[in-house]
């Protein structure tokens, strides 16, 4: 889940890497200041916010340092044959953070609604909302996708 908060910032799987890392040695640094263990997952998450908003912040202090910005390298990804991960991920990635957070956790690391909807912030019923407007906007992306092939 970090990982992906991650790399939602940077869509660079190496630095989300490095990033994520940061993040889980910060958390240890500062385990002193969680107060409440249930809350661990959420306290997480905003630790990896707050380190990826620092991180893009710091990129483009080095892009407009440089004269002649270098073009970052996309980690390579695996695509099938039709292209249909691709789009895929291009879709996921242009949904709101939070419905992008709460599919990534309930669907993609496969963690119970509860525990995901506790990493996202959000009320039970909220948490099913998003998800189901996250569902709702993927597959009207994905029928326009359809119709425009046909």
């Known amino acids: 889940m970090i990982r992906a908060v991650c790399y939602d910032h940077t869509r660079n799987l190496a630095d989300a890497?490095?990033?994520?890392?940061d993040v889980f040695l910060g958390a240890y640094e500062r385990l002193d200041r969680l107060h409440r263990?249930?809350?661990?997952?959420?306290?997480?998450v905003g630790i990896a916010r707050r380190r990826c908003r620092e991180w893009r912040r710091q990129a483009?202090?080095?892009r407009r340092r440089?004269?002649?910005?270098?073009?970052?390298?996309?980690a390579p990804t695996r695509v099938d044959n039709d292209g249909e991960l691709a789009r895929l991920?291009?879709?996921?990635?242009?949904?709101?953070?939070?419905?992008?957070l709460a599919l990534h956790a309930f669907y993609l690391q496969e963690e119970s609604a509860e525990e995901a909807r506790s990493l996202v912030g959000l009320s039970r019923s909220?948490?099913?909302?998003v998800l189901k407007q996250a569902r709702a906007r993927?597959?009207?992306?994905?029928?326009?996708?359809?119709?425009?092939?046909q």
């Open 17 to 21: 890497q490095d990033l994520a890392q």
């Open 37 to 44: 263990l249930e809350s661990f997952g959420r306290w997480l």
């Open 60 to 62: 483009a202090r080095d």
């Open 66 to 74: 440089q004269a002649h910005p270098r073009a970052i390298e996309e």
């Open 89 to 100: 991920g291009t879709l996921l990635a242009g949904l709101p953070e939070q419905e992008r």
């Open 126 to 129: 909220g948490f099913y909302r």
């Open 138 to 149: 993927l597959r009207r992306q994905l029928s326009d996708d359809q119709e425009s092939i």
